[in-house]
């Protein structure tokens, strides 16, 4: 699975950022197509590592994360 990531043009180049999806229920998924859904399990580990989401042609960075891994972009 091809994940979508928006580099940094800053200093260091080798800094990337995953980008998720929401669909028009706000599940996530890797890709545009909606497709690859987003598991549960991933949620903790792509928000420490700054994970940004795109709905309805806006970028949202996420608010909070569950230990569980349920991640809320406040959309």
Known sequence: MKKTRIFDDAVDKNVAKVVVFADTNKDLFYDAEFTTEVPV???LNLFAKGVV???NGSYYAPVS???AGAISFGI
């Open 53 to 55: 989401c795109l709905y």
């Open 41 to 43: 399990e991933d949620g």
């Open 65 to 67: 994360c569950t230990a």
